[in-house]
């Protein structure tokens, strides 16, 4: 069996991460006996640079035409990057925002657990991190304030500016049947987090996911307001399972329930359509303040790699494999810089996929 991987290295540290998910992948692909070919796809500051868009039709077709796609990140330095002296339709955000469009990836998934050895990592009280916890966030990815109508203008002498936040209810209903079915393999629990006591469109998501629960009586379901979940996920994250949300609050929390486990660099993402296609990438960005300095870890990206070939690909053994040879990685204190503790190695980005390599 051959697929067809569409691989985007991206900006900053991206090319040199995919380069060791890469080298994971062709080692459990020939273990396990299946075939991969890569098709490399520009996106983000890099297309800019080469093509004066951060997404071209043809980049958006090689992807349609893959199987999955794998990412490492984009972006630049705002500060210093000559992508953010363009408006905000051509910067390499833009890139990220139309492919998941494009590819109608409406729900993205984060897994954010914590790992054992890394416990020492994990900014948390001692009696939390001992607890341990697992949470896969499910956001909405297509709806919401980042793709709702929004502009500058004067009004009554006054610069004003407006965003919108709409959804309606298939939107809202295709995500919590997401998140319904993945708390149904995993410890059956869903917390919708929410604005409810003050937002319209919280009160639909509301309904609408109460009325998707009906569906699933051996899930609980529960909701939770938005700044109360922002605080029970510092103070007991070990309460939640699968946490499902809007676009906007999804962003913010899943970037906390990452800092939580201690580095970001360890967590992959998945955004899925109603296919078996999906784009996996690292939670992180494209790290620009550690870029071709071969220090970044690469594990968030190798993990990546893993959701792509369980979810698209159907290979739950090479999955497995990879997932097992990580864990065996760090058992045996190999450590990137950003992870690294006394009495542990540090090696570099490309050490770090050598040695999952050898684990496998
Ligand atoms: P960032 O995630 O790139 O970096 C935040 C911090 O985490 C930095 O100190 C960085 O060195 C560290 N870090 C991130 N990934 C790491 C890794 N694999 N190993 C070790 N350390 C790691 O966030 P930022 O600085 O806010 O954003 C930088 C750029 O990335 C911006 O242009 C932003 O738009 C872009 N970005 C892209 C994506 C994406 O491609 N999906 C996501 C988030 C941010």
């Known amino acids: 069996m051959d697929y067809n991987i ?32 890569y098709t490399e ?13 951060p997404l071209t039709d043809e980049a958006i077709a090689a992807a349609k035409a893959s199987d999955a796609v794998l990412m490492g990140s984009i972006g630049g330095d705002a500060k210093t990057s000559p992508w953010y002296k363009l408006e905000p339709s051509k910067r390499p955000e833009a890139g990220l925002l139309g492919i998941r ?17 890394l416990k020492a990592a994990c900014p948390l009280s001692e009696a939390t991190a001992d607890k341990g916890f697992d949470i896969m966030m499910v956001r909405e990815l297509t709806g919401g304030l980042y793709f709702g109508e929004r502009y500058t203008k004067e009004i009554d002498g006054l610069q004003t500016a407006v965003d919108t936040l709409s959804y309606n209810e298939s939107e809202i209903r295709r995500a919590a049947v997401k998140a319904f079915d993945i708390a149904g393999k995993r410890d059956k629990k869903v917390t919708l987090v929410d604005k409810a006591n003050v937002l319209d469109s919280s009160r639909l998501w509301r309904s609408v996911t109460q ?29 939640f399972d699968v ?15 990452a800092m939580i486990t201690g580095s970001i660099g360890m967590l992959p993402s998945a955004s899925l359509n109603d296919t078996k296609f999906g784009l996996y990438e690292p939670s992180g960005g494209s790290a620009p303040d550690i870029a071709g300095q071969n220090i970044a870890n690469p594990i968030a990206t190798i993990l990546s790699a893993a959701m792509m070939l ?6 739950d053994k090479a999955a497995d494999a990879i997932g097992e040879a990580v864990k065996r990685t760090l058992a045996d204190g190999v450590r990137t810089r950003d992870i690294m503790s006394e009495g542990c190695e540090c090696v570099s980005t490309s050490g770090m996929g ?7």
């Open 6 to 37: 569409g691989v985007i290295r991206g900006d900053g540290i991206g090319p040199e991460i995919v380069g060791e998910a890469v080298k994971v992948l062709d080692a459990v692909s020939s273990k396990y006996g299946f075939g991969l070919k």
């Open 41 to 53: 796809i520009d996106m983000g500051g890099c297309s800019i640079d080469k093509h004066g868009v």
């Open 101 to 117: 469009k494009a590819l109608n990836l409406f729900a993205n998934l984060r897994p954010s657990t914590l790992y054992k050895e």
């Open 211 to 239: 009325e998707v629960a009906k569906d699933y009586p051996d899930v609980t379901f529960e909701t939770m307001l938005v700044d109360n979940c922002a605080m029970q996920l510092v103070k007991d994250p070990s309460q």
């Open 243 to 257: 946490v499902l949300t809007e676009n906007m609050f999804g962003d913010i929390l899943s970037d906390e329930a």
């Open 310 to 315: 369980r979810y698209s690909l159907d290979q």
């Open 354 to 360: 050598d040695a999952i390599v050898e684990r496998l």
